[in-house]
């Protein structure tokens, strides 16, 4: 005969009940689904779509800086090109002047070496005839030409020093002329300019920039006007519009200053310089002409010494006629017509070099005032390039001005997004605080039942024992028997503890 024996340990049955409760209402809450909140992404911010719109408006806006630019630079690369245009007439009048005075030196020079051979020949022949009369006459004579000669040598004193004072007369008449013509090739003065410019200039442009800021503010009320309709008065597109509005009017007002100031200075330029040649030609007319009036008292000084000497001579003749035989008259004419050919030579040579001198002086002259005109196609040629400097300069400044509008608006429209995405930033944070509310909210039931089941673990442990002990052997029919009710208290006690 066999003995079992059996003991079971339970809890306390209160604590067996509360643990039970326990497993209830987990099972109950495991059975419920859980609302999760969905993630959500803040938005753009006001001003990061602001940051946007400034973005695509400002894109773009450097090409009215490039195509000013452009018409900037055009306008200089018109007036380099037409620097050579405009300077080419001076220099090809300077080039003509000169070839003029080039081909009048061999002629001057030319013409004055036959008057002096044309004066040598007549001074050999009235030479050569007084030698042979002198000799014809030297026999008879000797005397009465000694006398006559005397006579005639007295009148002739009488004249040297009016042909002297002729000849000093045509020298200064020669150099007053030099020193007038030279007076004449001087360069022109930039600084006369200053002369001829309008006093009413500034007036003008004045009045025509206060014109531009009049227009330049009606049509910043008509923009304020129109954002007010649109209710977007005082808005940042407004001040953009705004900021635009006042640079197009700072530039048509420097715009308008500049042509309205270059256009008086050509004016003034032009008419000073107008004024200057006409000064100068009507100083090289006087110079010419006190020259002229000049060689015209010399001339008329030396015929009237020559018609003193040629009445000395005819008297002395006359004289010789009355008292002396006609062999003594023929050597004193003789004699009279070699020394009054010597006379008309030596002239003759004088006055061939003086007009071979006065001829020269002047293709010198023509030279000079070339040279002159060619200087002032160069000055010419010099402005030209540099206002077409200037204007090229500007170019470049008006294009990188429009690089800088270009660069601060993308700064602005960077520090817009800036500030908008730390704004996205703050609403993506509540956002997030919101959901992980929502997911507290949603577990705190699991946490409580999670707070009370390590409560329950930490229970002090209260057990009852129950010990049953069998001595009669059992049958297999009987084992078989017992582990069905076995088997029955267990599921009986997980079904009343909830289990299934």
């Keep these: 005969m066999a003995e079992v024996t059996e003991q079971i340990v339970r809890e306390a049955p209160d604590i067996e009940a509360y643990k039970l409760g ?3 209402s987990a099972k109950a809450l495991a059975d419920q689904p859980v609302s999760i909140p969905a993630q959500q992404i803040a938005g753009l911010s006001p001003l990061q779509q602001m940051a946007f719109g400034s973005a695509e408006t400002g894109v773009g806006a450097y090409l009215p800086y490039l195509q000013e630019a ?7 690369q018109t007036a380099l090109g037409g620097v050579m245009s405009g300077a080419t007439p001076y220099q090809q009048q300077a080039l003509a002047g000169l ?10 020079v030319a013409a004055s070496q036959l008057g002096v051979q044309n004066a040598l020949g007549l001074g050999q022949g009235y030479t050569s005839g007084a030698i042979g009369g002198l000799g014809q006459a030297a026999t008879s004579g000797a005397q009465v030409a000694e006398q006559a ?3 005639a040598l007295g009148l002739g004193a009488q004249a040297l020093p009016q042909f002297g004072q002729a000849t000093q007369t045509g020298i200064g008449a020669y150099q007053a002329a030099l020193q007038g013509l030279g ?4 360069q022109f003065d930039p600084s006369q300019i200053a002369t001829y410019q309008s006093p009413y200039e500034d007036l ?3 009045q025509a920039l206060s014109d531009i800021a009049r227009q330049g503010q009606i049509q910043q009320q008509a923009l304020g006007a129109q954002a007010a309709a649109q209710g977007a008065f005082g808005g940042s597109r407004q001040a953009i519009a705004e900021q635009e509005l006042a640079r197009n009017v700072l530039e048509q007002q420097g715009r308008t200053a500049a042509q309205m100031r270059a256009a008086g200075f050509e004016s003034a330029a032009q008419r000073a310089q107008t004024a200057f040649e006409q000064q100068q030609a009507r100083a090289q007319q006087a110079a010419v002409q006190g020259g002229q009036f000049g060689l015209s008292t010399a001339q008329l000084q030396a015929a009237n010494a020559q018609a003193l000497a040629q009445t000395g001579l005819s008297l002395e003749q006359l004289a010789a006629q009355t008292g002396l035989s006609s062999a003594q008259l023929a050597g004193q004419l003789s004699g009279q017509a070699g020394q009054l050919g010597q006379g008309q030579a030596q002239l003759g040579i004088t006055g061939a070099l003086e007009a071979g001198k006065l001829g020269l002086s002047g293709q ?12 002032l196609g160069t000055q010419y040629g010099q402005l030209g390039l540099q206002q077409g400097e200037a204007l090229g300069t500007l170019g470049l400044r008006q294009a990188s001005l429009g690089q800088q509008a ?8 960077g520090f817009l997004f800036d500030i908008g995405q730390k704004q996205q930033q703050q609403q993506q944070a509540e956002l997030e605080a919101q959901r992980q509310t929502a997911l507290q909210q949603a577990y705190e039931p699991y946490q409580r039942v999670g707070f009370l089941s390590d409560i329950y673990k930490g229970a002090p442990t209260t057990q009852q024992s129950i010990t049953a002990g069998t001595t009669p052997t059992t049958s297999a029919a009987e084992k078989f028997l017992g582990l069905g009710i076995a088997g029955l208290s267990a599921a009986a006690g997980a079904s009343k503890a909830g289990l299934f």
């Design 22 to 24: 326990l497993l209830q």
């Design 70 to 76: 452009g018409y900037t630079l055009g306008d200089a």
């Design 99 to 108: 070839q003029q005075a080039q081909a009048g030196i061999q002629p001057q």
């Design 149 to 151: 000669r005397a006579g």
């Design 183 to 186: 007076g004449t090739t001087g």
């Design 204 to 206: 003008a442009v004045q």
């Design 364 to 375: 010198q002259l023509g030279g000079q005032l070339a040279e002159g005109i060619g200087g």
């Design 406 to 413: 270009q660069q601060l608006g993308q700064q602005q429209a």
